[in-house]
């Protein structure tokens, strides 16, 4: 059952779909209708999961639940990776890539970079320990509030920083 924003408790879930590429104005228009859909029928063992969901960046899309109302299974889980999965599949999408990261560069763009190129791209400063990036250890609704862009430096990426800026 989908409701507003603001119905979910602030320890509610949060489920964070990160597309591959930017959605096209007309993409990221029907995706919407198709969350928004998915949304309204949305079940887990039978019931409603209330849920709010939203794309964000123009790139992830966050489902957040209030999981007190109706707990999330294992199948309600499922069905929104099934869904997650087909709407991949309809615009030629991966969701599920999870190598890739995002980052707002110097001119406040969001750009991605792939795990294995996260050496080089600190090494030659493109990305710095204040560069912000998502993050995807959200997993309620208050830390994605708080903390869904995070500084590099306080990322598992801060490993890397280390070694070349000591």
């Given at each position: 059952m989908k409701t507003?924003?603001?119905?979910i408790p602030n320890d509610g879930l949060v489920?964070?779909?990160?597309?591959?590429?930017?959605?096209?104005t007309d993409e990221a228009e029907i995706i919407n209708q198709d969350i928004q859909q998915f949304s309204e029928v949305w079940l887990s063992h039978t019931k409603a999961?209330?849920?709010?969901?939203?794309?964000?960046?123009?790139r992830v899309i966050v489902f957040f639940v209030d999981d007190a109302f109706n707990a999330v299974g294992g199948c309600s889980k499922d069905s929104l990776h099934q869904f997650i999965k087909s709407l991949g599949e309809k615009y030629n999408i991966n969701f599920f890539d999870r190598m890739q990261f995002l980052y707002w560069n110097a001119d406040n763009q969001l750009c991605d970079f792939n795990?294995?190129?996260?050496?080089?791209l600190i090494q030659n400063e493109v990305l710095t320990a204040d560069t912000l990036i998502v993050n995807h250890q959200v997993d309620t609704k208050a830390i994605f509030e708080n903390n869904v862009k995070i500084p590099l430096k306080l990322s598992y990426f801060s490993k890397f920083l280390m070694s070349y800026h000591n």
């Open positions: 507003a924003y603001n119905d489920f964070m779909f990160q597309a591959n590429r930017n959605f096209s999961v209330k849920n709010y969901a939203q794309i964000y960046f123009n795990f294995n190129e996260a050496e080089q």
